[in-house]
């Protein structure tokens, strides 16, 4: 029988943390999927404690990967606009190792894992051109890949809209937060894609996160790029998966170095 390669892939967002234990070559989840709120603040410190509870939980030793809802530059955190600002300048993928106890650690940012996997797995197999992954969660992330190759940490939910930034109105947090009827919130996510679309010359939107859930209630409002626009198949689970498809990577390729990005 082929040898599975499993690693642990870590979640985290700007409400929850997610982790569970993936079969990377299926794509599957080998372990229930654990969850814990986002420590307020959201201090480093906090968080790498939740992560290793996690991990601890499901009792898992060996390589994990890490979604990060931000930017990160040479394994330093160098944005993140939904947790507390003290993860700025953070070594992040240092934190996760002393936490963690682990040397094959791998963060990438959690939008950009949720691609991976449903690029890989999910709705984005197979398609060729250009791919825009959007995750509809506290804030906006996005993936972007042409002919299945990912362009890394892009930071698309930040376009400017309305004169600012655009998740402020197009998220799902932005919905909840502003009462907004689901026909109202449609027509500023449908400005933004259609943005996108005239930027980046899009050939499919696969929208995810927790926003996607309900996408029967919006789609139909989607107006201007509704053609253009498929669902996730791989629902939340798909950062946790695309963490953990970098984090077996990390072991494999990199050994011991880690700190994949
Ligand atoms: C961050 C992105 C992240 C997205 C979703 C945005 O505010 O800038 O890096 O992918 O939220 O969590």
């Not at 307020?40 to 994990?64: D, F, M, N, T, Y």
């Not at 998740?167 to 259609?194: F, N, Q, V």
Request: some cysteine; hydrophobic content about 40%; glycine content about 14%.
């Amino acid at each position: 029988m082929a040898e599975t390669q499993q690693a642990l892939g870590l979640d985290i967002g700007g409400t929850g943390i997610k982790a569970a234990v993936v079969d990377v070559g299926r794509g599957e989840l080998v372990s229930e999927r654990v969850r814990i709120k986002t420590p307020q603040p959201s201090v480093p410190e906090e968080v790498l404690k939740i992560c290793a509870r996690l991990q601890k939980k499901l009792k898992w030793q060996g390589p994990v990967g890490c979604g990060f809802p931000g930017l990160i530059k040479d394994n330093v955190v160098t944005d993140a606009p939904n947790l507390d600002q003290s993860w700025v300048g953070h070594d992040i993928v240092q934190g996760l190792r002393s936490h963690l106890q682990q040397e094959r650690i791998a963060v990438l940012n959690d939008a950009d894992a949720a691609g991976v996997a449903e690029m890989t797995f999910g709705a984005g197999k197979g398609r060729k051109g250009t791919v825009v992954l959007i995750t509809l969660g506290t804030g906006i992330g996005t993936a972007v890949f042409y002919d299945g190759v990912l362009l890394p940490f892009t930071e698309l939910g930040h376009l400017e809209m309305y004169g600012k930034d655009a998740e402020l109105s197009a998220s799902e947090g932005a919905r909840i937060r502003d009462g907004l009827s689901w026909k109202k919130w449609a027509a500023h996510l449908d400005h933004y894609l259609s943005r996108l679309q005239y930027l980046l010359g899009v050939d499919l939107f696969i929208l995810g996160g927790g926003g996607s859930k309900k996408a029967h209630k919006f789609l139909p409002h989607l107006k201007t790029v509704g053609s253009k626009v498929m669902t996730a198949e791989m629902g939340n689970l798909a950062g946790i998966v695309g963490a953990a498809m970098r984090g077996a990577e990390s072991a494999v390729v990199r050994g011991a170095t880690g700190g994949l990005l």
